[in-house]
């Protein structure tokens, strides 16, 4: 079950070709722009990577204008990862922020959940699941079934779903498990050296390598930067 080697290497670049889908679909969700164009836009740069891809986009007229919630699944080299995120159609109002914000601290709590002994029902509990949030975990590459409990080197997919006061959000990502605690591959773009991991990492903002084999408590990689 652990991942080590090409493993980590195949899944973290199907984390990154799942980052450019994202990047192409919010580039061609313009206001103006043809309704198809977001989603052929992802599947492009799937396919310009050689990878399998599966792109679900909604077109919501929310309380506060249009917005797209997109679903983004990637197959490379025998691996799966997701992504989830929203887009405006234009400028995000107060109430899209809101919800986006909400939806965003749920991911984050279901993503300090996710650590060796929880259980995935355990995780999906520790996002807030209610009658405006739904919350999905779902353990990718990984033939089990039930209440599976976590380990080191599990693929697992984070999800949010939230509707406050008529304004929907979208929130989600892949996490691979460590015995130090996750690494959120929704923006990893360099291999992961797991058997050297010793703290959360939060990669949704890396912009440059990392070394990892001197790397001893978590990394806040909002302001991190290549030189």
């Known amino acids: 079950m652990h991942l080590i ?6 899944v973290t670049e199907a984390a990154r070709i ?3 889908m994202a990047v192409a679909l ?32 909604e077109r919501y007229q929310s309380a506060g204008g249009a917005v797209l919630l997109a679903q983004l699944v990637c197959w490379y080299g025998g691996h799966e990862v997701r992504r989830a995120l929203t887009v405006p159609v234009g400028s995000p109002t107060p109430g899209l922020e809101s919800a986006l914000q909400a939806a965003e601290e749920r991911y984050l709590a279901g993503l300090r ?18 009658a405006d949030v739904t919350a999905r975990v779902s353990l990718l590459n990984h033939r089990m079934s039930g209440d599976v409990r976590v380990v080191p080197g599990m693929t697992v997919a984070l999800e949010v779903a939230c509707d406050l006061d008529g304004n929907p959000a979208l929130r989600g990502g892949t996490a691979l498990t460590t015995a130090h605690g996750p690494i959120d591959l929704n923006r990893q773009h360099h291999p992961i050296d797991l058997d050297r991991q010793h703290g959360t990492i939060d990669l949704n903002h890396q912009h440059g390598p990392i070394d ?3 790397q001893h408590g978590p990394i806040d990689l909002d302001r991190q930067d290549s030189r």
Do not use: C, F, I, K
Request: aromatic share 2%.
């Open 5 to 10: 080697g090409n493993d980590t290497t195949a």
């Open 18 to 20: 799942a980052g450019e």
């Open 26 to 57: 919010l580039d061609a969700a313009r206001p103006g722009a043809r309704a198809a164009a977001p989603y052929q836009a992802a599947m492009t740069a799937a396919h310009l990577r050689e990878a399998r891809a599966e792109v679900r986009v």
């Open 113 to 130: 959940a996710l650590s060796p002994g929880a259980t995935l029902g355990q995780v999906r509990a520790a996002m807030g699941p209610s």
């Open 212 to 214: 990892l084999n001197h």
